[in-house]
């Protein structure tokens, strides 16, 4: 029952954040979507966004959208098989619960406050599912359901590694185009030196959520035993050991 209860869970946070993805680039078809791109980038210039593909691939340049396609294939596996152990699948459930976090908290407690930030109509519910109700969903079905995974520092720096890339990606493409999709990445306005600071200082956050995660992931209850990982439960605290007699 309560694997069936988890795997609905899963299931809910993959489609609401897919619905959220789909409605963000079904307005990125639009031409007009691309004066506010524009704006949000920073001012740069519309004529950067006239094509289509540039749009798209605009939309998929932010870090919401990247954490929330994390969020979607790792929840959509665990909805199908709750019981998965490999460590490609575990290092990158990690990356996603910890990337959605971050795009949580650095929305809901910055990015939403910034002048201008108004959305409305279809893409305030974009907004919403993807900034509020993914991380909340994620974070909450990882909390009461799991599944459960061991303390590997390698899941930890695999984080590091993709956020470099995201940060190597947008600085690149942000010189070329003059568009950026965050204040505190926009070298344009504020300098590569502090924008190294910024992601410095938001990329050691990351680095300490995800070893908050594996250790919690220590200590929090098996709510749903791994049938094909029997150690890892045995690992619990206040589990007894399969040798000890009760």
């Known amino acids: 029952m309560k694997e069936n209860i988890a795997r609905i869970w899963m299931g809910l ?4 954040s897919f619905a959220g993805l789909c409605i963000s680039l079904a307005i990125a078809f639009q031409p007009a979507d691309a004066a506010n791109m524009a704006h949000v980038g ?21 870090f919401t959208i990247q954490s929330n396609i994390i969020v979607i294939v790792t929840c959509t596996l665990l909805a199908f098989n709750f019981h998965r152990i490999s460590d490609t699948f575990r290092g990158w459930r990690l990356m ?11 929305y809901n407690g910055y990015l939403a406050h910034l002048p201008g930030v108004n959305p409305q109509g279809w893409s305030l519910v974009s907004t919403d599912l993807l900034h509020v109700y993914t991380p909340f969903m994620a974070v909450v079905g990882w909390l009461a359901f799991g599944p459960r995974s061991p303390f590997k520092m390698k899941y930890a720096w695999w984080l590091v590694a993709y956020a470099a890339a995201w940060v190597t990606y947008t600085l690149i493409r942000g010189a070329w185009i003059g568009w950026y ?10 300098g590569y030196p502090m924008v190294f600071v910024m992601v410095t200082i938001i990329g050691a956050i990351g680095f300490g959520f995800a070893v908050l995660g594996m ?3 220590k200590h929090l209850p098996e709510v749903i035993p791994n049938k094909n990982d029997p150690a890892s439960i045995d690992e ?10 009760s």
Request: aromatic share 12%; no cysteine.
């Open 42 to 62: 920073g001012n740069a210039p519309v004529e950067a966004f006239e094509h289509l593909w540039v749009r798209i691939m605009t939309v998929f340049s932010y």
């Open 13 to 16: 946070t993959a489609l609401g």
């Open 181 to 190: 999709p965050y204040p505190f990445v926009d070298a344009k306005e504020i």
């Open 96 to 106: 996603g619960l910890v990337a959605i976090t971050i795009t949580g908290i650095v």
């Open 215 to 217: 250790w919690a992931d």
């Open 236 to 245: 619990k605290p206040g589990k007894p050991d399969a040798t000890t007699p």
